[in-house]
């Protein structure tokens, strides 16, 4: 890996530290809107409850981030950061400077993510298939 494991570690704590400002930010915005207390017509209701559920949401994806930040580290600590964890290959470091926490290739991504929606669109079709049997059985 050309680049230095400092500087990728300093990379890495950086955005770790944003990541952390962030989640904080949410909490706080989070705490400051009351959650029982109807406020306006039921379109103002759904509105802040609509902001809520955002705000929860992005605060998932800031603790799901957190959490791949500090694997990362642990993994540049342990020598094993920049290493595709599919094919073993090195990650190139344009990929690692987009994403610093990456764990596999692009190639390796790419192919996991294609396996992924194949599966899940499996689930989805036996899903409907079981509804409707179930519906055929009522009639």
């Keep these: 890996m050309t680049e230095k494991p400092e500087e990728l570690k300093a990379m ?10 962030e989640i904080n930010k949410t909490v706080k915005s989070g705490s400051d809107i009351p959650v029982n207390e109807p406020s306006g017509d039921i379109y103002d209701q759904a509105s802040s409850e609509r ?18 930040i500090d694997e990362a580290l642990l993994r540049l600590e342990e020598g094993e950061y920049g290493i595709c964890e599919e094919c073993e290959e090195e990650i190139p470091i344009g990929r690692l400077k987009i994403v610093p926490f990456a764990r596999h290739c692009v190639k390796c991504k790419a192919d ?6 194949q599966t899940k669109r499996f689930e989805e079709d ?14």
């Design 126 to 139: 036996r899903a409907y298939r079981d509804i409707a049997l179930g519906e055929e059985e009522e009639g």
């Design 12 to 21: 890495l704590l950086k955005m770790k530290e944003e990541t952390l400002k």
């Design 51 to 68: 902001d809520r559920e955002l705000g929860l949401l992005l605060g998932d994806r800031e603790r799901e981030k957190l959490r791949n």
């Design 112 to 117: 996991l993510e294609k396996q992924q929606a």
